[in-house]
């Protein structure tokens, strides 16, 4: 066989198409030269909320002693404003993302830390309740003082049967509707799980019984279809070491 | 960004940044990781990614990976004008249900003359790994491709492989069991694998043209057995091996043929330390040629 170049190809310039450049994140099916699809988890960072500056009075004030007068006043409502926003505890602008990550995260922990183990997590309509033990409760208290706190997470620390929890309340926005179990099942068909798993449907409910990595490729796939929203969710570390994932479907 | 491909048991990397004269290499090297359980292989992929990340600890790990493509199946079908139905039709011809489950099927098509598309299964769960992983790992995952066909990507970035009217991607395995591509006018023609035995050759499988593999096969013949003292197959041949024999390598380049170039990164990519580079070591980073797709190097 002898290849023949053409003018044009001499110069550098071929005339077929373009070769294609294999992309397995796109989509099954046929595919195009190129896919530029990506999966992308990179950490966003929580931008702390800036306070408008309080605005300057318009008016030349020509009497030393009413300027002062006015600065005073106006110090005096900056804290009281700032010392309301602390009691009041307004709720952090976190994103549902980060919010699925840190359970995801505290999922994977929980399989490798001895010291600290998810207990609970409940995706509620408008916060999400994750319950995490410790035997020890210095571990609880390093945990506390890492980056959960400097996201502004409001947490609980108690003690119950020698057992250590801390409590923390995640801002959700999980009342979206639209969530059907019949979405559920077809999803738990395209996830790909490990052969420990066992899955149950009734009327309401959609349980899911196996390893964390079966929970976790679960959670994402419902992320990743706009569903987590649009379900009520419980998770759970059973103490034989498996998770248990139960979703209802949030009511109309 | 930092590019990973898979040669059985070994992860070969290259880390990269942008700078004024093209991407520039901060990071290579390579791990070995054996699949301890084969029912565990999220796990088995995030022990490598975590490890090579910490080893480059680029900041924001941005990441491209090329599977071995012993983890992959190649067919063929006919599907001229890429009809959808004439795939599923050979599909369900070809595989069964429970191979559906774990198999997802990509179609590309082959060259225009022939009508054919080549069809690549990849494993369900490798994929649900990957993209496990990236957000465990809080990484981005921008592309992920499978063995020659990466380097044949690289040949294209780095070599401007594409500027010749046809050529040839060449990867020597073990036992003188090489794979091949071939591309004519921007379109795959051919991917097969051949046999160099002492005197005579064999193609041991093909995809798409086959008189293209066998005339391929018998040029490689004579380049071997030095009766030829260039490839009249191909206008360019690019070579490279990742775990293959390196004797085999060494044989046909010191053989001096005017078109046959080693598909090496490091011979064109600059690096940030005055390295000397190893022309036939650093060969396996070859396949993280998908890293750079798109790029002007």
Redesign the interface.
């Known amino acids: 066989?002898?290849?023949?170049?053409?003018p044009l190809?001499r110069l550098?310039i071929?005339?077929?198409?373009?070769?294609?450049?294999?992309?397995?994140?796109?989509e099954?099916?046929?595919?195009k030269e190129?896919s530029e699809e990506?999966?992308?988890?990179?950490?966003k960072k929580v931008e702390p909320v800036v306070e408008a500056p309080p605005a300057q009075p318009k008016e030349k004030i020509q009497n030393t002693k009413a300027k002062w007068a006015i600065y005073a006043w106006a110090a005096s409502v900056i804290i009281i404003i700032a010392s309301a926003g602390m009691f009041m505890n307004p709720k952090p602008k976190v994103s549902p993302d980060m919010v699925l990550?840190q359970v995801?995260?505290l999922i994977?922990e929980s399989g490798y830390m001895k010291e600290l183990q998810l207990a609970e997590a409940h995706f509620n309509s408008d916060y999400v309740q994750v319950t995490i033990t410790a035997g020890e409760l210095s571990a609880l208290q390093n945990f506390t003082l890492g980056y959960r706190k400097e996201d502004n997470i409001p947490y609980e620390i108690f003690r119950k049967n020698d057992i250590n929890y801390v409590s923390l309340n995640f801002p959700w926005e999980g009342n979206k509707k639209g969530g059907s179990l019949e979405t559920l099942k077809a999803l738990a068909t395209k996830?790909?799980f490990?052969?420990k798993i066992s899955i149950k449907f009734t009327d309401n409910n959609f349980e899911l019984r196996g390893r964390s990595?079966d929970i976790?490729?679960y959670l994402?796939q419902m992320a990743?279809n706009g569903l987590i929203q649009k379900f009520t969710l419980s998770v759970y570390h059973l103490e034989s070491g498996q998770f248990y994932l139960k979703v209802q479907a949030n009511q109309v | 960004m930092l590019a990973i491909s898979q040669s059985g048991a070994t992860y070969n990397y290259l880390n990269w940044i942008p700078s004024e004269s093209g991407p520039l290499v901060t990071h290579h090297g390579s791990i070995q990781k054996e699949l301890e359980n084969p029912d565990r292989i999220d796990e088995h992929y995030y022990e490598i990614l975590d490890k090579i990340f910490s080893q480059v600890q680029n900041g924001d790990p941005i990441c491209t990976f090329s599977l071995d493509s012993s983890s992959v199946l190649f067919s063929t079908c006919n599907a001229k004008d890429k009809n959808q139905e004439m795939i599923n039709w050979h599909l369900n011809q070809t595989h069964d249900d429970e191979l559906n489950k774990v198999i997802d099927y990509y179609h590309f098509a082959m060259s225009s003359e022939s009508g054919k598309m080549l069809n690549i299964g990849f494993p369900k769960a490798i994929r649900q790994s990957f993209q496990t992983n990236m957000s465990l790992l809080k990484s981005k995952l921008n592309g992920l491709s499978v063995g020659i066909f990466s380097a044949e990507v690289g040949a294209r970035q780095w070599m401007h492989a594409d500027k010749n009217g046809s050529y040839l991607i060449w990867k020597i395995g073990k036992k003188k069991n090489d794979e091949l591509l071939y591309i004519q006018n921007g379109e795959l023609v051919s991917y097969f694998s051949i046999h160099r035995s002492g005197k005579k050759g064999k193609v041991n499988w093909q995809f798409g043209d086959s008189v293209a593999a066998e005339s391929i096969c018998k040029d490689i013949i004579n380049v071997q057995n030095n009766t030829s003292k260039k490839f009249s197959s191909a206008e360019q041949v690019y070579l490279y091996t990742t775990d293959g024999n390196m004797k085999d390598v060494k044989f046909f380049h010191a053989l001096e043929l005017e078109n046959l170039t080693l598909l090496n990164p490091l011979s064109v990519l600059e690096t940030t330390e005055d390295e000397k580079v190893h022309e036939y070591n650093t060969l396996p980073l070859a396949e993280t040629g998908n890293s750079f797709g798109g790029i002007d190097v």
């Open positions: 066989m002898s290849t023949i170049r053409c190809q550098g071929h005339l077929g198409g373009l070769m294609f450049s294999p992309n397995f994140i796109a099954p099916g046929i595919q190129t990506s999966w992308i988890y990179l950490q990550n995801v995260d994977i996830t790909v490990s052969n990595s976790i490729s994402l990743d």
